[in-house]
């Protein structure tokens, strides 16, 4: 079983479209959680992180922890073609990160 | 600032040659780390320097991986020699704090071996 499982989609949505990409985890040592986003041929580039369970939020991106349950969420607002990219899980104990498949996220206008 | 800048950015090499990656972090950056993602699977983690010192390097594959960051600046990654599963995109990413969060990651090599 992995560490972490992400949907690798794709997912495709209308512009202005509300996105739901989520993960769900297996090891319960992890403290802190990451979205990374990924356009093609760059690297990840890091959205958003949290620590423990809670919600972030940063303007049209809002970050879900729910420990208990062993899951995260991104919710993307009113989505937008450039959002269109691979979207990256990503957890952590310490000092390395254990990333989620990505899913690859397509805003059509 | 500039970002984390890699190179080459692509490399074609045959089975049996040697390849060397190189990565320069953002000045200041004590945390520098290696990450490769290989064909259909995830972005693995591979070794994490502090300065020049090897902090974690319990996701290098085997011993034809060498990394190195001589004088703890930039570094490289060596693959002598190099095998057909080898192939994917690897990643440097740097961090002033050591922790796991605000990484910098570079674009990537990729790495075809034939």
């Known amino acids: 079983q992995k560490e972490v499982e992400q949907d690798p989609g794709p997912l495709s949505v209308p512009e202005g479209a509300i996105v739901s990409l989520n993960c769900t985890y297996s090891?319960?040592?992890?403290?802190?959680f990451m979205w990374y986003r990924q356009y093609s041929r760059k690297g990840p580039e890091l959205l958003m992180y949290?620590?423990?369970?809670g919600n972030k939020e940063d303007g049209r991106f809002t970050a879900q922890v729910d420990k208990s349950s062993k899951y995260i969420s991104l919710f993307i607002r009113d989505s937008q073609p450039s959002d269109s990219a691979t979207y990256l899980c990503?957890?952590?104990?310490?000092?390395?990160?254990?990333f989620g498949a990505g899913t690859r996220l397509a805003v059509h206008p | 600032e500039a970002g984390v800048t890699q190179f080459p950015s692509h490399s074609v090499i045959e089975k049996g040659q040697t390849v060397t990656l190189r990565c320069d972090p953002i000045s200041g950056h004590d945390n520098l780390y290696w990450y490769r993602r290989v064909m259909g699977k995830e972005i693995k983690f591979l070794l994490h320097?502090?300065?020049?010192?090897?902090?974690?390097e319990s996701g290098m594959p085997n011993n034809r991986f060498l990394a190195e960051r001589t004088g703890g600046t930039y570094s490289t990654l060596k693959v002598q020699p190099a095998e057909l599963e080898d192939s994917g995109v690897y990643f440097c990413?740097?961090?002033?704090?050591?922790?796991?969060?605000?990484?910098?990651f570079g674009s990537g090599t990729r790495l075809t071996v034939v």
């Open positions: 990503a957890m952590s104990s310490y000092n390395k990160l254990i």
């Open positions: 949290t620590y423990s369970s």
């Open positions: 320097f502090v300065k020049e010192s090897k902090q974690d």
């Open positions: 990413a740097s961090s002033q704090v050591t922790g796991s969060y605000g990484y910098t």
């Open positions: 090891n319960s040592a992890f403290q802190y």
